[in-house]
């Protein structure tokens, strides 16, 4: 087994001078990778962080939309108020001018009536008059 330990193990320069040359490839290779990382994170975050602008741009519109649309709103209730405050003091008057338009309705009815009765007066006087 001891023979085995001397095989593996070397003591000659080129063989640290390979590994060393490794050593410095991967170190290479991992500032390589760890700054494309960092690239990638960055640019991610920076994506990001556009969203979010865009995002707080879209709110504050919704906001500044939904302002307009309370200020909308309160005007229209207050639009209402003022014509149910109107119709209240309308009132009165409307239910005359419906009690007049039955007083109408029944008037005209009645002068048909008397249309009608005078017509078969008439007639009676002139078939009595024939006679």
Do not use: C
């Not at 290779?29 to 494309?36: G, H, L, N």
């Not at 009608?116 to 007066?121: A, I, P, V």
């Amino acid at each position: 087994m001891s023979g085995l330990k001397a095989s593996t193990l070397s003591t000659s320069t080129s063989s640290f001078e390979a590994a060393n040359a490794n050593d410095q490839q991967l170190s290479k290779m991992a500032v390589e990778a760890f700054d494309k990382i960092e690239n990638y994170l960055q640019e991610e975050l920076a994506f990001s962080i556009e969203d979010y602008k865009v995002v707080e741009t879209m709110n504050k519109v919704t906001t500044a939309k939904y302002a307009d649309l309370v200020n909308l709103a309160t005007g229209v209730k207050k639009t209402i108020e003022d014509l149910n405050g109107k119709y209240r003091d309308l009132e009165p008057y409307l239910n005359q001018l419906n009690s007049i338009e039955e007083s109408v309705d029944k008037l005209e009815k009645a002068a048909k009536h008397l249309e009608t009765y005078s017509k078969q007066l008439e007639n009676k006087f002139k078939s009595l008059e024939k006679r």
